[in-house]
C-alpha cells in the first residue's frame, strides 16, 4: 500500500516562496507517476502540475507555470513543489497524489496524501 505524507505548508506573505514535499512509502517512488493539486477554499480542486517515473516529462498548470518548479529525488522517495512568487490566490490545500489511471492531468490518482495547507497573504 502506497502512503504519501505532505510538509512544508504554511502562511507566507505575497512575493514569498515556500517548498512543500510529499514523502513516499510502500513502494519506489521511481515506479510511480505523481503529481500536486490543490483546492482553494469554496472551490473545486485543481491541477497544479504532474511529472513522470524518471522525472523526465512534467507538465503545469497555467495559473503556476513559470512560477512552480515540481521535481522528484527517487533517492529520498520525495516529490516536491518549489513554490516561488506566491500570490494570494494561491491559497489552497496541496495535495500530492500518486499513479494515475491515465491522463496525470485529470485528477484521477489511486493515491493522495491528506494535504497541507498553504495561505499566502500579508
Known amino acids: 500500500q502506497v502512503r504519501l505524507e505532505e510538509s512544508g505548508g504554511g502562511l507566507v506573505q505575497p512575493g514569498g516562496s515556500l517548498r512543500l514535499s510529499c514523502e513516499v512509502s510502500?513502494?519506489?517512488?521511481?515506479?510511480?507517476?505523481m503529481g500536486w493539486f490543490r483546492q482553494p477554499p469554496g472551490r473545486e480542486r485543481e491541477f497544479v502540475a504532474s511529472?513522470?517515473?524518471?522525472?523526465?516529462?512534467?507538465y503545469y498548470g497555467n495559473s503556476v507555470k513559470g512560477r512552480f518548479t515540481i521535481a522528484k529525488d527517487n533517492a529520498k522517495n520525495t516529490m516536491y513543489l518549489q513554490m516561488d512568487r506566491l500570490q494570494p490566490e494561491d491559497t489552497a490545500v496541496y495535495y500530492c497524489?500518486?499513479?494515475?489511471?491515465?491522463?496525470?492531468?485529470?485528477?484521477?490518482?489511486?493515491?493522495w496524501g491528506q494535504g497541507t495547507q498553504v495561505t499566502v497573504s500579508s
Open positions: 510502500g513502494r519506489p517512488s521511481r515506479t510511480l507517476p
Open positions: 511529472i513522470s517515473m524518471s522525472g523526465g516529462t512534467i
Open positions: 497524489a500518486a499513479d494515475p489511471e491515465n491522463d496525470p492531468i485529470s485528477g484521477r490518482y489511486d493515491y
